[in-house]
Nanobody, 115 residues
Framework: VQLVESGGGLVQAGGSLRLSCASSGISFSICDMAWYRQAPGKQRELVATITRDSSTHYADSVKGRFTMSRDNAKSTVYLQMNSLKPEDTAVYYC??????????WGQGTQVTVSS
């Protein structure tokens, strides 16, 4: 199983970025997916989840600003991030969960929001 994140970068506060996480080597359509982030000196925190049925859940800190979606045909999930704030600066990781038993992580992509 391989997960490859992309789309991170440097953006000014108020700007937008779209992260992608492409998977391979697994039946993506039956997996639940999540985005996490980890800022320097802080614990990794859950940002958003999407089930195999495309039900989504968001952390309060990003609700209304971030949107998670999936494209099963491309085995890819996305995180559209709007109205970015400096406190959104972190390394963003995607996680794939299969049968609530097996978890796989990507390598992470850096998002930096300047004030």
């Amino acid at each position: 199983v391989q997960l490859v994140e992309s789309g991170g970068g440097l953006v000014q506060a108020g700007g937008s970025l779209r992260l992608s996480c492409a998977s391979s080597g697994i039946s993506f359509s039956i997996c639940d997916m999540a985005w996490y982030r980890q800022a320097p000196g802080k614990q990794r925190e859950l940002v958003a989840t999407i089930t195999r049925d495309s039900s989504t859940h968001y952390a309060d800190s990003v609700k209304g600003r971030f949107t998670m979606s999936r494209d099963n045909a491309k085995s890819t999930v996305y995180l559209q991030m709007n109205s970015l704030k400096p406190e959104d600066t972190a390394v963003y990781y995607c996680k794939l969960s299969m049968w609530s038993k097996y978890d796989y992580w990507g390598q992470g992509t850096q998002v930096t929001v300047s004030s």
